[in-house]
């Protein structure tokens, strides 16, 4: 029988999963481990480009660990871990970056993002962000991630160096891994300040969280962007507008859509119903989650059960995969 591919997938821990955490990645994980064999972890090293201070790195990975619990990721089922538990990634990302160029890691679109919102720090871990997650995917033999359209570039590059590694050693060692969702497209789910994605650090307001109370959820709906409406039959839909409609596309039925969208056409849309109804689908689609999180919060003993479960299993198969690539680069075996 054929085996069927790996999957995995990370999240930092920048806080709460929001709503493009949970469509563009966490529901694709969901799924995809009821029939491959997973792993899903918390991309804590990659913090380490923002400095945070010991307890927060510390309370917001427990938060993440909750919230994929809370989405529905079965630690009996995929493997779940913090990045830091597998030191052997520090070692692949090693060995990935004497073949990583200066030009194509200064093209990375997120790494000249990051640079222009943060000129005060663009360290060497920023550029070579793309090499440690890399090494994350390649060091499971992964071949579907699972990720939003933000990361495709970044898959892109571990593509190219696990290609480079096996072309440089003459081997057919790294799978060349896959971006991943259920619907071929990649997704981007907008945030609610009128333009680019929903996104933590987008500023406050933009984003909605699994774990938000209904109350929070009704106010930053209602204070989304919107415009004055429009003023011609059928005409295109501006952004703001549009990702209200791409909002309502994930959590809202498709007569309710229906509905407002004709309301738009004929240029009889109030914006205000549109944000009520939206608000209230989100919490509809919400509330399972926003109680999960609330009873696995007090179930600290379970919670770090389930870290050391999926640090074993990771581990060992990172571990075997670091051996390999010792031997392949000609270094003598040690374990
Ligand atoms: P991060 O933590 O920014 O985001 C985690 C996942 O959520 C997706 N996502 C979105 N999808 C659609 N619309 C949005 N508005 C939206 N915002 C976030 C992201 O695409 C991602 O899938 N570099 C990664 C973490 C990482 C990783 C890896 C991922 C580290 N190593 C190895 C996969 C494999 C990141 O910063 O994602």
Known sequence: MEKKPTVLSGIRPTGNLHLGNYFGAVRNFVKMQETNECYFFIADYHMLTTHPNPKDLQGNVRQVIIEYLAAGLDPDKATLYLQSDIPETAELYLFLNMNAYLGELERVTTFKE??????????????????????????????????????????????????????????D??????????????????????????????????????????KSIRKKVMRAVTDSGPEQMNQEKPEAIQNLFSLMEVVSSSETIQFFDDHYNNCTIRYGDLKKQLAEDIVSFTRPFYERIQELSANDEYISRVINQGAEKAR????????????????????
Not at 316 to 335: C, L, Q, S, W
């Open 173 to 214: 060692y790294f799978p060349i891994p896959k971006a991943f969702n259920f619907d071929d497209e990649l997704v981007k789910i907008p945030g609610l300040d009128g333009s680019g994605k929903m996104g933590k650090s987008e500023g406050e307001g933009n984003a909605i969280f699994l774990c938000e109370d209904p």
């Open 316 to 335: 060992a198969n990172a571990m075997k995969t670091v051996r390999d690539v010792r031997e392949i680069i000609g270094f003598r075996k040690i374990y």
């Open 114 to 171: 990051k640079a222009r919102k943060q000129p005060d720090n663009i360290n060497a871990g920023l550029l070579t962000y793309p090499t440690l997650m890399a090494s994350d995917i390649i060091i499971q033999r992964a071949h579907l991630v699972p990720v939003g359209k933000d990361q495709e570039q970044n898959l892109e590059m571990t593509r190219t160096f696990a290609r480079r590694f096996n072309r440089m050693y003459k081997v």
